[in-house]
């Protein structure tokens, strides 16, 4: 079984600025996959970013990226100039049956 | 192609009866997976099925759920009978092997057990 932490359950960043969420994670798996998901406040649930534990570099994906540590467990999401349309709550997920965390809430002030 | 549809979205309903979601995935997506999401316990996988046979349903709280998957056209997760703590938010969800993990999830079905 896969445990997630996100230790941040909410944050508040500048608009334009870059935030850093964090995410560690514990599996027995030898091979697996981590995504981020962003849950604005309508519900749906938006696939951000995937990295695959055998991937030699960090994944990225327009404005977010991935700091994949993977002897520390740990699958840092970036988001780099920061929009309004970034507040939300995201997730961070592993395997492909994706055991979530608690999720981390963004506000970016204007 | 509409993406994943859930229905109803919103239901409210008694306690005692029976509350059937309702799933229409996204053709060619071979994976389909139920989530329940509340305050309290976040988001939690109830179960998934590989081309509609059911593969993992470890996550179904109790024998009060049930889910099926007829055809890959259509699935439904069923409670019954239904109790106030069964309210939260109802995901389904869809994947394809080889996608990188990529789910494309439904609105959502919001249901309150009154």
């Known amino acids: 079984a896969q445990k997630i932490t996100q230790t941040q359950p909410g944050m508040f960043v500048q608009e334009k600025e870059a935030v850093t969420l964090d995410c560690t994670y514990d599996t027995s798996d030898p091979s697996y996959g981590l995504f981020w998901y962003k849950q604005p406040s309508s519900g749906e649930m938006i696939f951000l970013i995937y990295q695959g534990s055998y991937d030699q570099q960090n994944a990225t994906e327009g404005r977010y990226s991935l700091n994949f540590q993977k002897a520390r467990k740990s699958a840092n999401l970036v988001i780099s100039a920061s929009q309004l349309g970034d507040s939300a709550m995201y997730f961070c997920?592993?395997?492909?049956?994706?055991?979530f965390g608690a999720g981390t809430t963004v506000t970016v002030r204007a | 192609d509409a993406g994943v549809i859930q229905s109803p979205r919103h239901e409210v309903t008694e306690m005692g009866q029976e509350v059937t979601l309702r799933c229409k995935p996204i053709s060619g997506h071979d994976y389909l997976f139920w989530y329940r999401q509340t305050m309290m316990r976040g988001l939690e996988l109830l179960i998934y099925?590989?081309?509609?046979?059911?593969?993992?349903d470890s996550g179904m709280p109790e024998d009060r759920f049930s889910a099926k998957m007829p055809n890959a056209s259509f699935s439904t997760l069923k409670i019954q009978p239904s109790e106030p703590r069964d309210s939260a938010v109802y995901f389904c969800a869809v994947g394809r092997q080889g996608s990188a993990g990529e789910l494309f999830f439904g609105e959502g079905s919001r249901l309150t057990v009154l």
């Open positions: 099925f590989n081309n509609n046979v059911p593969i993992d």
């Open positions: 997920a592993v395997d492909y049956k994706l055991s």
